[in-house]
Nanobody, 126 residues
């Protein structure tokens, strides 16, 4: 059983940067591909970014490509989402998720993931 705890959310202005963190425990972190998803009010949870278990491949939603960067530190059991040039439409609850040995485009699917965190709110004001 893997537990995931997100942190780093908050209220920022458009154009600002923010880094989200996700701490993992209870499993062999290096065997899990990790993803970030987000859910805005009244909308479905959507894929944001993912990184493979070895850290060699990264995937991004088109809406965040070039602005967001996902990274991981297997020694610390952490995954990060660096968010730059934030826009009001980035406002959402951001969730961290884990998928054992996940790879490829499947990492963009919510149902691919085995474990989820509780989420952290990001609000971007205009």
């Amino acid at each position: 059983q893997v537990q995931l705890v997100e942190s780093g959310g908050g209220l920022v202005q458009a154009g600002d940067s923010l880094t989200l963190s996700c701490a993992a425990s209870g499993g062999t972190f290096s065997t899990y591909s990790m993803g970030w998803f987000r859910q805005a009010p009244g909308k479905e949870r959507e894929f944001v970014a993912a990184i493979t278990w070895g850290g060699g491949l990264r995937y991004y939603a088109g809406s965040v490509k070039g602005r967001f960067t996902i990274s991981r530190d297997n020694a610390k059991n952490m995954v990060y989402l660096q968010m730059n040039s934030l826009k009001p439409e980035d406002t959402a609850v951001y969730y961290c998720a884990a998928d054992r040995y996940g790879s490829g485009s499947r990492l963009e699917r919510r149902d691919e993931y085995d474990y989820w965190g509780q989420g952290t709110q990001v609000t971007v004001s205009s």
